[in-house]
């Protein structure tokens, strides 16, 4: 079992930044990949960028250049936002896998005004 807090989210103008972090707790050793995901009003959520054990990283079309997704060990996943625009206006949701099983945060709300 795995808990994720995430944090940072908030009303942002265009073109400004965020810092989204999310803590894990509980069988952290036991994550192999970390990752973002966000869902907007009426939308699927979908994946913004996740990072494996080893440092491979991996992004949406949508975000590559303006996110950066980071990890500091087992425990903390970040990801650093810039160039906001209005369309990143979302839930955004920490995620990590334990061999095919998903866990969830219960996510951060981000708004980007224009």
């Known amino acids: 079992q795995v808990q994720l807090v995430e944090s940072g989210g908030g009303l942002v103008q265009a073109g400004g930044s965020l810092r989204l972090s999310c803590t894990a707790s509980g069988s952290i050793f036991s994550i192999s990949t970390m990752g973002w995901y966000r869902q907007a009003p009426g939308n699927q959520r979908e994946l913004v960028a996740d990072?494996?054990?080893?440092?491979?990283t991996n992004y949406a079309d949508s975000v590559k250049g303006r996110f950066t997704i980071s990890r500091d060990g087992a425990k903390k996943v970040y990801l650093q936002m810039n160039s906001l625009k209005p369309e990143d206006t979302a839930v955004y949701y920490c995620?990590?896998?334990?061999?095919?099983?998903?866990?969830w945060g219960k996510g951060t709300l981000v708004t980007v005004s224009s």
């Open positions: 995620n990590a896998d334990i061999r095919g099983i998903n866990y």
């Open positions: 990072i494996i054990r080893g440092g491979s």
